[in-house]
Structure formats: structure tokens, C-alpha cells
């Protein structure tokens, strides 16, 4: 019984981390624009004007010129910040870079480790076994040790504390115990072999008994993949939107065209909020457009 509830378990922790990724992706897609940041450098500029932060605007008639970018310089700073963590880096403050490079990098090597138990299942290779048993013991040290780490640095300096809460210290706590738990499971399987078992079990719905350990590492890892969609942890795909639908839209808003008829049509949301210098209740439009009144100010 146990053996089928973990491979059922196993499933379901797939099936709604990608359904619940794909509605959150689809959800966050489709609402309005948000305010550019107009931070420049802009990656996709060419690099003789992002070298020193320029834009296309700055060209004498530029409206009436084709539009030149470069999309592979995107594509590479979105690289440099998942692999590199290039922002963390470069904000250092508190001295958290290494330790947090070292918890995604854990995260990275976890999912290339069952890709890698996937390939070893149907391929039986040697070398799939020994890269097996390579990426799997350091994704589970860099991880334990990366989530650890930051959550003694939030405990004990107090400007992290300061803003650190209950749900930080718990999302890091939870991080390194399905790796802490992976150790563990691998002490006891040197060559991952009841690992494997595991996942041909749930792949081809043939129950198979694992070792406690196993079991424990696994099912908390799929605890964590069910947690992940519906937690702050959603930036492995926000970041995507952050980088390109705020800090790097550079785009000019052409009179007539879909952006324009769209923030014509976000113009007139009414505001649900007031301050000194907004009215609850009015549109956006009437809020930029009408001075405010004596009477009206909060």
C-alpha cells in the first residue's frame, strides 16, 4: 500500500507543480503592464551603446529608423543571473553570494540528478552511473549547505533579521531538509541503485519497496515541488517577466498599436487606493487630468 502511495505521490507532485507553474505563468502574462523602470543598460541594446548605458532614442530621427537589437545578449544576462547569480554578486552587502549560489546550484543538480536516474533506468550505462553518483552527492552537500548557511546568516545578522520572517527561515529550512534527507538516503544506497528503483517504480506504475530513507528523501522533495508554485519561491519563472516586461522594456508605443489600445484601456481602471495625492474611485486617467481638490485630499 505504501509503495503505491508513493508512486501516486510522485505523480501528483509532477502534475500540479507543472499545471499550477502553467496557470501562474498564464495568469501573470495576461495582466496589465506594468511601469517600465527605464534602468538602463538594457542588454539587447547593441553593444557599442550598452557598453556605456545608451538607447536607440538617442539617435537623431530614431523613430523612422529600423529598430536594431540583440537578442543574444538578453538571453546571455538572463544566463549570467539563474547560473551565476550576477545581481546577488554584484549587491553583496551582507555576504550571502556564495551561500545562495551554492543552494540554487544544489537545486540545478537536483533536477539534472533525476534526469539522470531517468537515463540511467532505460540506458544502463556505466558512465550514467557515475555521473549519477557525482551530481547527486554534491547537489544534496552544495544544497544542505547553501540553505543552512543562509538561514544562520538571516538568524545572527541583525540587518537580515531585521526583515527576515517566519516564512524565510521556514522556505530554507524546508530546502535543506529534503537534501540533509537525500545525504542521508544515499549513505545508506552508495550507488543510488534503490534511488533508481524508485523512479522506475512511479514511471511504470510498478511498486516497488524502498528504504525508509529513500522514501523520506523523495517524499519531501515532492512536498517541495507541490510548495513551490504557491510560494514566494515562484521567481523561477517571474523573474523572466521582472527582467523583460519591466526592468529591459524599452519598446516605443506606436500610435494604434496593441500596447497603445491597451494602456488607453488600463487608463481608465479606477484606483482602489487614496493617499495625499489620489482619490479613491477615480480612473487613472482623471487622477492625471484633474487637479486635486482641497475637499478631496486625505
Request: glycine share 8%; hydrophobic share 50%; aromatic share 12%.
Given at each position: 500500500m505504501f509503495e503505491w502511495f508513493m508512486i501516486l505521490f510522485g505523480w501528483l507532485a509532477a502534475v500540479l507543480f507543472i499545471a499550477v507553474s502553467g496557470y501562474k505563468i498564464a495568469k501573470?502574462?495576461?495582466?496589465?503592464?506594468?511601469?517600465?523602470?527605464?534602468?538602463?543598460?538594457?542588454?539587447?541594446?547593441?553593444?557599442?551603446?550598452?557598453?556605456?548605458?545608451?538607447?536607440?532614442?538617442?539617435?537623431?530621427?530614431?523613430?523612422n529608423k529600423p529598430r536594431v537589437t540583440n537578442p543574444l545578449a538578453e538571453y546571455l544576462e538572463m544566463a549570467a543571473e539563474i547560473f551565476a547569480l550576477k545581481r546577488v554578486k554584484e549587491h553583496n552587502v551582507y555576504n550571502v553570494w556564495l551561500w545562495s549560489l551554492a543552494m540554487h546550484w544544489g537545486i540545478y543538480l537536483y533536477f539534472g540528478w533525476l534526469f539522470l536516474l531517468v537515463a540511467d533506468l532505460f540506458l544502463n550505462a556505466p558512465i550514467?552511473?557515475?555521473?549519477?553518483?557525482?551530481?547527486?552527492?554534491?547537489?544534496?552537500?552544495?544544497?544542505?549547505?547553501?540553505?543552512?548557511?543562509?538561514?544562520?546568516?538571516?538568524?545572527?545578522?541583525?540587518?537580515?533579521k531585521l526583515y527576515t520572517t517566519p516564512l524565510d527561515?521556514?522556505?530554507?529550512?524546508?530546502?535543506?531538509?529534503?537534501?540533509?534527507?537525500?545525504?542521508?538516503?544515499?549513505?545508506?544506497?552508495?550507488?543510488?541503485?534503490?534511488h533508481k528503483s524508485y523512479i522506475g517504480s512511479v514511471l511504470f506504475f510498478k511498486p516497488a519497496a524502498a528504504p525508509f530513507a529513500v522514501s523520506l528523501s523523495f517524499l519531501l522533495f515532492e512536498l517541495f515541488l507541490i510548495y513551490m508554485p504557491f510560494s514566494k519561491l515562484i521567481h523561477y519563472f517571474a523573474k523572466f517577466f521582472t527582467f523583460h516586461h519591466a526592468l529591459w522594456d524599452d519598446e516605443y508605443k506606436e500610435?494604434?498599436?496593441?500596447?497603445?489600445?491597451?494602456?488607453?484601456?488600463?487608463?481608465t481602471y479606477a484606483v482602489q487606493w487614496s493617499g495625499p495625492h489620489i482619490v479613491k474611485g477615480k480612473s487613472w486617467l482623471a487622477q492625471a487630468q484633474t487637479p486635486?481638490?482641497?475637499?478631496?485630499?486625505?
Open positions: 501573470i502574462a495576461r495582466m496589465p503592464l506594468n511601469v517600465r523602470w527605464e534602468v538602463y543598460p538594457v542588454p539587447h541594446e547593441p553593444a557599442d551603446r550598452r557598453n556605456y548605458g545608451g538607447s536607440y532614442m538617442e539617435q537623431v530621427d530614431w523613430v550514467l552511473a557515475l555521473a549519477t553518483n557525482v551530481v547527486g552527492v554534491a547537489a544534496g552537500a552544495l544544497g544542505a549547505a547553501g540553505a543552512l548557511a543562509l538561514a544562520v546568516k538571516r538568524a545572527t545578522q541583525r540587518e537580515l527561515y521556514f522556505n530554507l529550512v524546508f530546502i535543506a531538509s529534503f537534501f540533509v534527507a537525500g545525504l542521508a538516503s544515499w549513505l545508506g544506497d552508495l550507488s543510488f541503485a534503490a500610435k494604434g498599436s496593441a500596447r497603445d489600445f491597451q494602456i488607453v484601456k488600463q487608463l486635486l481638490q482641497e475637499s478631496e485630499k486625505k
